[in-house]
């Protein structure tokens, strides 16, 4: 095993990730789709509804790689897993999932990210989760910088989207489970924003396989399925980005994306007070349907989740609390993650009492770069060396957000966004650190 001073190091070094996103897979992930719905018809089963239009991602962004490391990667996976309500052990079965994999990754020829020895090696099941987290990592981190490259001067904004779609249609229940399109919803959804101006929704549906660059179009045709789901206004508006992660490419670990054109815009008047993020959040109703384009009189309509014009402000505040909710749990969960929540969000998950072996708490302060973060830790033993694994949020910011001051973090947050770029920005910390646009960070040490 390595000594925990070199897993430390190999975290924080750069590696290309490759990108494959090309005519030639949108074609691929076509003919897959038309195999699954052959085969629905002949089992006597609907064809699913598929995301029209699926390509290539701009040229900007063909054939490419990115470059990023491995705890980049972890830290997008732990912002993306801390609300899945994982039961009384969340503080670390949610809040620390993602550094089960801080000996998973590696570099090959030099050049490119990799599975390690120790990631090549689960056992049985496991090698599944591996796949799927793993994906949803690498999935964001590849999303984030496609939308940084189109949108250079918005910050983007990750959301389940589980818990921004449960505050207004029902996802849970014996009635709902038997509807077989409830399950066909987007893993996330990305708010592309800037103070002053509509926020843009995208969806995002991500995989991860061990398998075959086969098993990658068949993932793909699975997701065009999810992201279908969710419209913001008309049908068909909405942009999408679709990924499959292969972690035994040919060279490294590929992903496999595509994307769907749209606007996505949640155009509401600026002094609408419906639209108000500090102001709480209740769960609505709204019918699960989509409306397709009118054939004739009649306006057909289908299952899913659509956003229409009188529901943009009510939806803006759900994305935007949920965002705070995940903020905020990744800082240590509690109450301060509670206000953000409805009931059926999960609001009673947060709240009252935590047990102090397996709960979290914002009791922790670091300061790194010149920033004082405030959050949680984690202290655990790597390879039989105790090392400490830090979370949280910039001060300024963490307070207008334990404050219920969600509009006033946002303008404070789009002002810094590019303060965490710098190099400068993680001096002070003897270990990897990561820091986002929204000014969250997870770093890692001896101790």
Same mark, same amino acid.
């Given at each position: ?17 490759q ?18 719905? @052959? ?21 900007? *962004?063909?054939? *490419? ?12 996976l732990g ?33 490119? *990210?990799?599975?390690s ?5 689960p ?40 818990? @921004? ?13 038997r509807?077989?399109?409830i ?25 991860g ?12 045709a699975?997701?065009?399925?999810q ?30 994306a ?52 009188e ?41 009252g ?7 979290i ?5 670091h ?45 404070? @947050?789009? @002002? ?12 002070g ?11 969250s960070? *997870? ?5």
């Open positions: 095993m390595k000594e925990a001073v070199e897993v430390l190091k190999d975290l924080a070094k750069s590696w290309n990730v990108v494959n996103s090309t005519s030639a897979l949108a074609a691929a992930v076509a003919s897959a789709s038309a195999r699954d719905d @052959a085969q629905r018809r002949e089992d006597k089963r609907d064809p699913l509804r598929r995301k029209p239009g699926l390509g290539r991602l701009p040229a900007v *962004m063909r054939d *490419m790689s990115i470059k990023i490391t491995p705890w980049e990667v972890l830290h997008a912002r993306a897993s801390v609300l899945s309500r994982q039961g009384a052990g969340r503080g670390l079965a949610e809040h620390w999932s993602c550094l089960k994999y801080c000996q998973a990754l590696d570099g090959a020829s030099g050049h490119y *990210m990799a599975l020895r120790e990631g090549l090696n056992r049985r099941h496991y090698k599944t989760v591996q796949s799927g987290e793993l994906g949803i990592g690498f999935a964001l981190a590849l999303a984030e910088h496609i939308i940084r490259e189109r949108y250079p001067d918005h910050t983007v904004s990750l959301i389940d989207a589980d818990i @921004a779609l449960q505050a207004g249609w029902a996802l849970t229940g014996k009635d709902v489970k509807r077989d399109w399950r066909l919803r987007p893993d996330y959804l990305l708010e592309v924003w800037k103070p002053g101006e509509p926020s843009k929704v995208i969806p995002l549906a991500c995989r396989t061990h398998g075959k660059t086969q098993y990658v179009h068949t993932q793909l699975s997701a065009s399925a992201v279908e789901a969710v419209h913001v206004g008309p049908w068909n508006t909405t942009p999408s980005l679709v990924m499959s992660t292969e972690l035994l490419g040919q060279g490294g670990i590929i992903v496999h595509l994307h769907a054109e749209g606007d996505g815009s949640l155009s509401v008047a600026p002094d609408d007070p419906a639209a108000d993020a500090n102001q709480a959040l209740d769960d609505l109703n709204i019918y699960p349907e989509v409306r397709l384009p009118a054939e004739g009189e009649e306006e057909p309509r289908v299952s899913g989740f659509q956003v229409q014009p529901h943009f402000a009510w939806f803006r505040r759900a994305i935007i609390r949920a965002g705070a909710a995940g903020l905020m749990a990744f800082t240590g969960g509690g109450d301060p993650t509670a206000q953000y929540l409805t009931k059926r969000q999960g609001r009673e998950h947060f709240e009492f935590t047990h102090p072996g397996t709960g708490v914002q009791d922790v302060a300061r790194i770069g010149g920033t004082k973060f405030i959050g949680t830790d984690h202290v655990f033993r790597l390879n039989g060396t105790r090392v400490e694994a830090f979370s949280g949020v910039a001060e300024s910011l963490f307070l207008h957000l334990y404050n219920g001051k969600v509009e006033r973090y946002r303008r404070a @947050a789009h @002002a810094l966004r590019s303060q965490w770029l710098s190099t400068e920005a993680t001096q910390w003897d270990g990897p650190v990561s820091l986002r646009e929204d000014g960070v *997870m770093a890692m040490r001896l101790l």
